[in-house]
């Protein structure tokens, strides 16, 4: 599988109204965000999901965006401006090699965007640091893009930072996994420093 990023104004194609017949942000979402939560989307783009993870987490929750383009989030904060949800939003730009987060979320989403990144061990290990002992990972890729053995494959390597397959939800178009973090799980300290 080789990465490809999607560019800036391919969000537009990707973020429109008549994706919410394919994909209902909130009925994805809903049984893993609650109010009061941290939620990472990974890969946001427009906002497709942050906006709608926004309105979920409610006043007191917080959605952290993260794309490698600063124009998807711009883009993100006008849109979540006009829904009046940009103060529980807070963009941050990534680089091409890290996430670049330290502080701890309950709820992480990488939709459609983990197979865009070059070193899937790595982003799968920076989302797993972050997430508290009870934080869950929802992880989906498109079916044309990915194929099963690819995500078979990405499966793996969250096993070995310490992601285990919790569920696999029924997300049209996609494949599809919620991944919890392993109780008493050690990372390989030496395995984190290379790379």
């Not at 929750?61 to 993100?76: F, H, N, P, S, T």
């Not at 920076?126 to 893009?145: D, F, K, M, N, T």
């Not at 793996?156 to 939800?169: I, K, Q, T």
Request: hydrophobic share 45%; charged share 25%.
């Amino acid at each position: 599988m080789r990465p490809h990023v999607c560019p800036w104004w391919g969000g537009y194609f990707i973020d429109n109204r008549l994706r919410h017949l394919l994909h209902r942000p909130e009925r994805i979402l809903a049984p893993y965000v609650k109010a009061g939560m941290t939620v990472m989307d990974v890969g946001c783009g427009m906002g497709f999901f942050a906006i709608p993870a926004a309105r979920l987490v409610g006043a007191e929750g917080r959605v952290i965006a993260v794309d490698l383009q600063q124009q998807m989030l711009d883009v993100l904060m006008r849109r979540a401006a006009k829904a009046d949800v940009a103060d529980r939003i807070t963009p941050h730009r990534c680089r091409s090699d890290a996430l670049g987060l330290s502080e701890p979320v309950d709820f992480a989403l990488a939709f459609y965007s983990a197979h865009e990144v070059p070193d899937q061990r790595r982003l799968l290990r920076e989302i797993h640091a972050v997430l508290g002992q009870s934080g869950r990972l929802l992880v989906v890729e498109p079916i044309g893009h990915v194929t099963q053995r690819d995500f078979d494959e990405m499966i793996s390597l969250a096993a070995e930072v310490g992601l285990d397959v919790r569920e696999r939800p029924r997300i049209r178009m996609s494949r599809a996994a919620v991944l919890d973090v392993r109780q008493a799980f050690q990372p390989d300290r030496e395995a984190d420093a290379v790379g």
